[in-house]
Nanobody
Framework: VQLQASGGGLVQPGGSLSLSCTAS????????LGWYRQAPGKWRESVAN???????SYADSLRGRFTISKVDAGWTIQLQMRSLQPEDTAVYFC???????????????WGQGTQVTVSS
């Protein structure tokens, strides 16, 4: 199983950006798909996630500005971020608690991370 993240970049304060993450390979289902972020010098923090089948959840401080959604019947999620501020600058990592076989429990997989920089 691989998680491929895309969509990071540079945006001005107040701007918007959208991130995508697709799980591929031996994916039979998921328990959770979501995003963490890690800013320089800070701990990794949860941003948002979707619990199967399609229940979104957000960090309290981000609710209202960030929207997470499952894009299709497959294994792609999207994180739409608006009113971005410099404090949102971080590397954003997608992750998944994914069932990689028909029998057994889920495993945790991480994507490679994508940089989001909010700066004028």
């Amino acid at each position: 199983v691989q998680l491929q993240a895309s969509g990071g970049g540079l945006v001005q304060p107040g701007g918007s950006l959208s991130l995508s993450c697709t799980a591929s390979g031996s994916v039979f289902g998921f328990d959770v798909l979501g995003w963490y972020r890690q800013a320089p010098g800070k701990w990794r923090e949860s941003v948002a996630n979707i619990t199967s089948p399609n229940v979104p959840s957000y960090a309290d401080s981000l609710r209202g500005r960030f929207t997470i959604s499952k894009v299709d019947a497959g294994w792609t999620i999207q994180l739409q971020m608006r009113s971005l501020q410099p404090e949102d600058t971080a590397v954003y990592f997608c992750y998944g608690k994914i069932y990689a076989s028909m029998n057994g429990d889920y495993e945790v997989f991480w994507g490679q991370g994508t940089q989001v920089t909010v700066s004028s």
